[in-house]
C-alpha cells in the first residue's frame, strides 16, 4: 500500500539511468578519464573488451539455458506461462535479455503484451537506456516513457484494471528509490586500465615491441657526432629494415662508430604488466565471475573448474535467476492465480552431486513417510521446460 510520500514530490519523469551518482559522478572528473553514461561503456566494456564481454556472455548464456519449472497455477495457466517465458522476439530469448539488461544497466522492464481479450500473449524486454519513470506528485511511479531517437511513446505502468503492464526489475541501489544499479559502473575503471593497456602493447608491437636495446655512436676521442643527414638516414634505416613484426630479430649490420647496446625491461614495465592482469581479474569480479572460468593466470581460489563453474551457479546466476523468474511470476499472477516460476534444481548440472547427496539422505531417513520425502525433494506436479526448448 502506498500510504506515506517518502519518495518526495515530482511531476516530470525522471530521466533515464546516466549513472552519475555522487560528486562529479563515478569515472566522471577527477575519477579519471573513464564513460560515466550507459552506452559508452557498453562499448568500452562490453563490445571493445575481451574480458568484460566474456564475463557478461557467460551470466547471461548460463541463465538462458537454465531449466525453469511453472508449477502452481491450472494446468492451462501453466502452459501459457510456459509459452512466455520461453518465448523469443526477433532472436533474442526473453530470460537471456533480461540477465544482460540487469547486469549491465541494472533494470530490467518487460512489457506485458494482451491480446482483445485482455489476456497476456508475449513478454517483450524493453531497452533499459531508453526507459524513463514517470512518477505521480508523491514520487511513485505510474508510467513509463520509452525514446526511441526523437520518438516518446509513454506506457502506463497498469492497466486500466489495475494489472501491471509494465514490469520493472532492477538490482539493489542504495542511492536511488526507481533505477537499480548494474555493474558497469564498478567495472568501467578495470576495463580503462584494460583497453589501454591494450593499446598500448598494439603502439609497442607497431615499434618493434618493446626497445630491445639502442645504437650507440661512439665519437672517439674528438668526440665527433653524427652529422644530420647520416643521423636521417640511420633512422629511415632502421624504420624500414627492423621495425615492425615483419622485422622482427632480423640481423643488424653496424658501421664503424656504431655499436648496440642491450635494454631490459625496467621495474615500471613489469608493473604494468602486472596491472593489466589485476584489472582483468577486477572486472571479472564486478560481474560475479571466477577469475578461472575467464582464462586469467595466477587464480588457485578454485580447486578445479566444476568448483568455480558452481561458485559462479551458487553466487550469480541463481540470485539472478531467482529475482527475474519471481518478477515474472508476480506480474503474471492477476491472470493465472498461484503460478510460481522457479529453476529446476535437479536438472542443473553444477549441483547434480549436491542434488545426490540430498536425494541420499532423504532416501536414507527412515522415519519419514513417502510423502514427506516427496516434499523435501520439492516433487509437486509440475512441468519442467528449459529456455529455448522448442518440443
Not at 492497466?159 to 548494474?182: E, F, S, V
Not at 532423504?362 to 512441468?383: C, H, N, Q, W, Y
Request: net charge negative.
Amino acid at each position: 500500500m502506498k500510504l506515506f510520500g517518502w519518495k518526495g514530490a515530482a511531476a516530470s519523469p525522471r530521466p533515464v539511468l546516466s549513472r552519475a551518482y555522487g560528486l562529479g559522478g563515478f569515472g566522471g572528473g577527477g575519477m579519471g578519464e573513464w564513460p560515466a553514461a550507459y552506452e559508452p561503456q557498453v562499448r568500452a566494456g562490453v563490445l571493445a573488451n575481451p574480458v568484460a564481454q566474456r564475463a557478461v556472455r557467460l551470466v547471461s548464456e548460463r541463465a538462458g539455458g537454465t531449466p525453469v519449472v511453472v508449477r502452481g497455477a491450472s494446468a492451462a495457466d501453466n502452459g501459457r506461462a510456459r509459452e512466455l517465458v520461453r518465448h523469443a522476439s526477433g532472436g533474442q530469448g526473453l530470460i537471456e535479455t533480461l540477465a544482460l539488461h540487469l547486469v549491465l544497466h541494472g533494470n530490467g522492464y518487460v512489457q506485458l503484451l494482451c491480446d482483445g481479450e485482455g489476456q497476456p500473449v508475449e513478454l517483450f524486454a524493453l531497452r533499459p537506456e531508453r526507459v524513463s519513470v514517470d512518477v505521480d506528485a508523491r514520487g511513485w511511479p505510474v508510467a513509463y516513457r520509452y525514446r526511441v531517437g526523437e520518438r516518446v511513446t509513454r506506457l502506463e505502468a497498469e492497466d486500466g484494471a489495475g494489472r501491471t503492464a509494465i514490469l520493472h526489475l532492477k538490482a539493489i541501489n542504495p542511492l536511488d528509490d526507481h533505477y537499480g544499479l548494474g555493474c558497469l559502473d564498478a567495472a568501467s575503471g578495470p576495463v580503462a586500465i584494460h583497453n589501454a593497456a591494450t593499446r598500448w602493447n598494439k603502439a609497442l608491437l607497431d615499434n618493434a615491441a618493446r626497445p630491445s636495446g639502442a645504437l650507440v655512436h661512439d665519437g672517439g676521442r674528438d668526440g665527433a657526432l653524427l652529422s644530420a643527414d647520416q643521423f636521417a638516414r640511420l633512422k629511415q634505416e632502421m624504420a624500414d629494415a627492423f621495425q615492425g613484426a615483419a622485422n622482427a630479430g632480423r640481423p643488424m649490420l653496424l658501421e664503424g662508430g656504431l655499436k648496440w647496446q642491450s635494454l631490459s625491461m625496467t621495474p615500471a614495465e613489469m608493473d604494468f604488466v602486472a596491472l593489466k592482469e589485476a584489472s582483468a581479474r577486477e572486472i571479472a569480479l564486478a560481474f560475479g565471475v571466477p577469475p578461472l572460468l575467464l582464462g586469467l593466470p595466477g587464480d588457485n581460489s578454485y580447486a578445479n573448474y566444476r568448483e568455480a563453474n558452481k561458485a559462479l551457479w551458487r553466487q550469480t546466476v541463481s540470485p539472478l535467476m531467482d529475482k527475474i523468474l519471481g518478477g515474472i511470476a508476480q506480474g503474471l499472477r492477476p491472470w493465472m492465480p498461484g503460478l510460481d516460476l522457479a529453476v529446476d534444481q535437479d536438472a542443473v548440472a553444477e549441483l547434480s552431486d549436491e542434488r545426490a547427496a540430498h536425494w541420499e539422505r532423504v532416501a536414507a531417513a527412515d522415519f519419514l513417510t513417502p510423502g514427506e520425502k516427496r516434499a523435501m525433494l520439492g516433487i509437486v506436479v509440475a512441468s519442467s521446460v528449459e529456455a529455448g526448448d522448442e518440443g
